[in-house]
């Protein structure tokens, strides 16, 4: 029996180690956490609200336990507010009827899984794995995985210059995951969506629906700011509470329309928040050890994406999973610094979409967005609403499950076109783009008169 370790008990690290020991493989766990400091001494590494094709991998394992309880996201509402004060355009889109996003506390998942890995067989060890003794555990495993999130052992693996598109930071974070409040939009109560509030020259805030590892329900408020701008507040929060009430007072300044529902809101837990900045970066997969032994990066290890599209663990799942069908793929033969480098070109060729998409929404709007957003404007994500414009707004939200589906047409106008006609039934974009544009000038038209919001928002 092949003997693979796996060092790091998060999303991708657990995923792995499972789905190893359900192929027949001798899997050993490493973690600086037990079930007990993930639950009672951790932050969660991020919201990590995942997709279809992401949980569709955890099903399969036996390890998807949340779903029947936790809060079901079935789509997204996003308001893109190219000034402050200024609402253009929204966009409400949801998934097809039997879709939905998950987004468990990854506290109360790793413990959970750690459990399990043990019942089923597999083996955990608790420490802190440094490099010298990653060399040892190398000596004596097929394949290392080193799955270690962003800690310093993932200094191991070198950046990939070829596939890096950023050099520094290009927001700074804050997240608080908070309960006593409503699940849903009290001026779009028909879906439970991921709210987007996009400011293109601040940044960007959002509220992702969460389960907690205390099972409430509840939201992860996230603050995507832009180095000085008015959402850059949070640089010097100590806790939860502060987080908390930095956001609220943002929020009141530049969102006054989800002021409101955050009235009562609590942080889940004393733990339950974040703060801080990571550069979006992907890094080459094999690290090497002070006795040349080679080992293998797994997850946020291997790439870094900013949470603006919420992406890290859809990644990682996906990523997760080409590596162990490389694996069983590979039979008795070496796991060795080729095999890695060819199992990652396989996951880039199909997936680089992820990073693609990604990177775009930390940029200014394309021509080629500005197009969709436009034509698809007038969506509700109602349920009986079949329109053209509805169709485009439900594709946005789709591309989050796979950014293979519209991504290129985000980068490419005449993409963006066809998608446009595709939807419409016209032969050209044109006529829906200026049945978009008077519904967009005669939305800022009532806001400056006073009459009235745009679709699926309060009255401004
Ligand atoms: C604010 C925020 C919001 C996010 N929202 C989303 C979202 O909505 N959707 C999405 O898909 N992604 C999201 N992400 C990203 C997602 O949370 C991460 O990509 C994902 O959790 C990373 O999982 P991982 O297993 O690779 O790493 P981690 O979760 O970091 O796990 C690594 C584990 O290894 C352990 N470890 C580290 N060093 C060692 C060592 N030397 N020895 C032993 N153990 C070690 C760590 O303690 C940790 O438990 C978000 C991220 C942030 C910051």
């Given at each position: 029996?092949?003997?693979i ?18 192929r027949?493989?001798?899997?050993t ?39 029947d309880r936790a ?11 190219p ?6 355009v ?16 990854l506290?109360?998942?790793?413990a ?6 043990v019942?089923?067989?597999?083996n ?21 995985l080193?799955?270690?999130g ?6 191991l ?16 974070l ?7 409040v ?24 959002f ?26 507040r ?68 291997a790439?870094?994406?900013d ?32 095999w ?5 070109a ?10 693609d ?9 394309t ?7 436009i034509?698809?404007?007038?969506s ?5 609403d ?52 008077t ?16 679709v ?5």
């Amino acid at each position: 029996m092949r003997k693979i370790a796996v060092v790091g008990a998060g999303q991708a690290g657990l995923l792995a180690a499972h789905a190893l020991h359900a192929r027949d493989y001798e899997v050993t766990l490493y973690s600086d956490k037990t079930p007990e400091d993930f639950l009672e001494r951790s932050r969660p590494t991020g919201v990590a609200a995942r997709f279809d094709m992401a949980l569709e991998f955890e099903r399969e394992l036996g390890l998807e336990h949340w779903g029947d309880r936790a809060p079901r996201g079935d789509g997204v509402h996003l308001t893109f507010c190219p000034k402050e004060g200024n609402q253009l355009v929204t966009l409400l889109g949801r998934l097809s009827r039997s879709r939905f996003f998950l987004a468990i506390d990854l506290r109360m998942q790793s413990a959970t899984w750690m459990d399990e890995l043990v019942k089923r067989g597999g083996n955990v060890e608790i420490e802190s794995v440094s490099v010298e003794r990653l060399d040892e555990i190398a000596a004596h495993h097929d394949l290392t995985l080193v799955a270690a999130g962003r800690g310093e052992i993932m200094k191991l693996f070198p950046r990939d210059e070829t596939l890096s598109v950023y050099r520094k930071p290009q927001r700074f974070l804050a997240m608080v995951c908070v309960t006593g409040v409503p699940m849903q939009l009290p001026y779009a109560p028909w879906f439970l969506p991921v709210k987007f509030n996009f400011f293109a020259p601040y940044g960007e805030a959002f509220w992702v629906p969460w389960y907690s590892k205390d099972h409430q329900p509840s939201w992860g408020m996230l603050w995507e700011a832009k180095a000085g701008g008015p959402l850059d507040r949070f640089r010097d929060c100590k806790s939860a509470q502060q987080v908390l009430d930095t956001g609220r007072q943002v929020n009141r300044e530049l969102v006054p329309w989800d002021d409101e529902l955050f009235a009562h809101a609590t942080p889940c837990d004393e733990n339950s928040w974040l703060v801080g900045q990571l550069t979006p970066e992907v890094r080459q997969v094999v690290g090497t050890l002070p006795s040349g032994r080679q080992v293998m990066a797994l997850g946020d290890t291997a790439q870094s994406l900013d949470p603006i599209g919420g992406m890290g663990a859809n990644n990682g799942n996906k990523m997760v999973r080409t590596v162990v069908d490389s694996i069983v793929g590979h039979g008795e033969r070496p796991l060795d610094a080729n095999w890695m480098r060819q199992t990652q070109a396989r996951f880039w060729q199909r997936h680089h979409w992820i990073d693609d998409f990604n990177n775009l929404l930390l940029e200014p709007i394309t021509p080629a967005g500005r197009d969709l957003l436009i034509a698809q404007y007038g969506s509700t994500a109602r349920a009986e609403d079949d329109s053209p414009q509805q169709k485009l707004a439900d594709e946005f939200i789709e591309n989050f499950n796979d950014p293979m589906q519209l991504t290129p047409a985000f980068q490419n106008r005449r993409r963006a076109h066809d998608e446009i006609k595709r939807a419409f039934g016209t032969r050209s974009a044109l006529p829906p783009l200026a049945a978009g544009a008077t519904r967009v000038a005669a939305g800022q038209l009532r806001q400056r008169l006073g009459r009235g919001g745009l679709v699926g928002m309060p009255p401004s």
